[in-house]
């Protein structure tokens, strides 16, 4: 069964840092590009970093550019996502999704085929 599992989210102030994982089973993620959106209560789903399966090719969106980055340990078959520099506006529910096509990274979220069902971010004082 192929499934994604995200964690490492939680209550952070601003200025903080967490890293989140997303764990893939029932597949090998290396053959997946992966990407990383989150979705604010009443607001829509936004992409906000994705990475091929070899790790050579990553993108951003402007939101987070220069505070979040995407990796990947093909090993441990997870992705990860260190958010530094954190802001209330960044508290969601962070999820990540993978897609068949490995050389792939792109942060529209009807590419993605697989969906993890989400971790927390609270960024608040």
């Known amino acids: 069964q192929l499934q994604l599992v995200e964690s490492g989210g939680g209550l952070v102030q601003p200025g903080g840092s967490l890293r989140l994982s997303c764990a893939a089973s029932?597949?090998?993620?290396?053959?997946?590009?992966l990407g990383w959106f989150r979705q604010a209560p009443g607001k829509e789903r936004e992409g906000i970093s994705c990475?091929?399966?070899?790790?050579?090719?990553?993108n951003y969106a402007d939101s987070v550019k220069g505070r979040f980055t995407v990796s990947r340990d093909n090993a441990k078959n997870t992705v990860y996502l260190q958010m530094n520099n954190l802001k209330p506006e960044d508290t969601a529910d962070y999820y990540c999704?993978?897609?068949?096509?490995?050389?792939?990274?792109?942060?529209?979220?009807?590419?993605?085929?697989?969906w993890g069902r989400g971790t927390q971010v609270t960024v608040s004082s």
């Open positions: 999704a993978a897609l068949p096509l490995s050389r792939l990274c792109s942060i529209t979220s009807s590419r993605y085929n697989f």
């Open positions: 029932g597949f090998t993620l290396n053959n997946y590009g």
């Open positions: 990475i091929t399966g070899s790790g050579r090719n990553t």
